[in-house]
């Protein structure tokens, strides 16, 4: 059954949202207050870079199927169910900043007129549902006739058109069968494929995401403080990840050692779970992702020290390439990117830093220069390193940088580089957890 579905956001989440849901045949007009966005997309255009996520605005905003508008009015009454994808940011105290949410629903909830279904996509605290639900039902003239439900976004830049048209799972977080029977609608298709479903209650919904990020995060910096044990012992985290990752209670994924995680969803994902966590009387959580977080942290002061160490102990006026500025390969996405924090700690030391990244642009900002391209980074570069691990770095000829650079030093921050290649090229390859020797 083909449905009218609003999708209310249309930033990452929300605009591959409903590209995804038009392809899954319904009717969809997305929301926004973001005048040059609503235009972008209306065009069939992207204003952010995913894989993918292009070709299905344009195919089906010509069709009539995708719509975008800033008007809450044409689509209050109009959909069967709304979405809400809105950014949940950190606030100054690292707890979500629920504003973008509080917003939507006060623009929505005056116009819902008739019995309707709202579903959270956002990542939130626990307890949040229920707090719009008497939020939209305070405000609506449907009043008790709202309902919200949770249903969270496992989505991971670079894959989340993937991760949209086939889920890994769908969690349903519903208060009655009518709210499942219409999110089963919603998500017939991959359903037909035998997708996972977990159905539960609001508060648990609301919990299996920041459940996912913060075992996720654990999971990169435990890898990356087994790294640091074999930098001190003389070992290899590569190999230590192979082994442990062949035990089907542990899995190979996510046990990447390197500069660790970053972007704009599991950092503060974790932090904003850590406060809730403080505020329920779960202090042992907070502690736990506290660690982590400064797991994470020290990684990337780690590889800026190494690069310092690598250059004599001074940095001053030396030109440092960096390859890499998002934050992961697949998207342009620059926040809270590891490749960047490693480069504003060599500015601040002195060092002179050119930048080169595939998709991702940065706005003008002192000390970092960035280059059109990889040849412009690397020439006259005292030492190169490589932040993020975009394919088309793994295949780099050594031979033809080596003749551009002034030293033939690379740091492999990612881990990904085939250094005896390097190393019979004539380059220095240093490794995070790993024996110069490899």
């Known amino acids: 059954m083909n449905l009218r579905v609003s999708v209310i956001g249309t930033n990452y989440l929300g605009a591959t949202h409903a590209a995804g849901m038009a392809e899954f045949g319904h009717r969809v007009i997305g929301v926004d207050i973001d005048h040059e966005r609503i235009a972008t997309l209306s065009s069939g255009r992207s204003h952010i870079y995913e894989v993918g996520l292009e070709p299905m605005l344009a195919l089906h905003t010509q069709s009539g199927r995708l719509r975008f508008t800033t008007d809450y009015r044409l689509i209050a009454d109009w959909a069967d169910v709304h979405f809400l994808a809105l950014g949940t940011p950190s606030g100054a105290s690292g707890a979500a900043d629920l504003s973008q949410l509080e917003a939507a629903v006060d623009a929505l ?157 599991l950092p503060k994902d974790i932090r904003a779970l850590a406060v809730r966590a403080e505020g329920l009387g779960v202090g042992v959580l907070a502690q736990l992702i506290e660690a982590v977080e400064a797991i994470n942290a020290g990684q990337r002061v780690e590889l800026a020290e190494l690069a310092v160490a690598q250059l004599g102990g001074d940095v001053r006026g030396a030109r440092i390439a960096v390859l890499g500025a998002a934050f992961k390969p697949g998207t342009d996405d620059t926040r809270n990117s590891p490749a960047l924090t490693v480069a504003e700690h060599l500015y601040a030391a002195g060092a002179e830093v050119a930048i080169y990244d595939p998709q991702a642009r940065l706005p003008p900002r002192p000390g970092f220069t960035q280059v059109a391209t990889l040849d412009e980074a690397v020439t006259g570069a005292e030492i190169v390193l490589h932040l993020t691990e975009w394919p088309e770095f793994r295949y780099l000829d050594p031979e033809r940088l080596g003749a551009l650079a002034k030293n033939k030093i690379i740091i492999d921050g990612r881990l990904k580089l085939h250094a005896p290649t390097w190393r019979d090229a004539g380059w220095k390859v240093v490794q995070i957890g790993r024996a110069a020797t490899l």
């Open 109 to 265: 909830g005056p116009l819902l007129t008739r019995p309707t279904l709202v579903v959270g996509k956002s990542t939130v605290p626990v307890g949040t549902a229920v707090r719009l639900q008497d939020r939209l039902r305070a405000l609506a003239p449907a009043g008790d006739g709202i309902e919200v439900a949770w249903n969270p976004e496992f989505l991971r830049e670079g894959f989340a058109v993937e991760d949209t048209l086939r889920p890994d799972r769908l969690v349903f977080g519903v208060q009655s069968e009518d709210a499942l029977e219409l999110l089963e609608q919603v998500y017939a298709i991959p359903l037909t494929e035998s997708t996972p479903v977990v159905h539960c209650d609001l508060a648990t919904a609301e919990l299996i995401k920041t459940a996912a990020n913060a075992f996720l995060a654990t999971k990169i910096s435990f890898i990356n403080s087994m790294a640091q044990m074999c930098q001190a012992a003389g070992g290899d985290v590569v190999l230590l990840a192979d082994a442990i990752g062949y035990d089907q209670r542990i899995g190979r994924e996510f046990l990447n050692a390197g500069l660790g995680f970053g972007g704009g969803c």
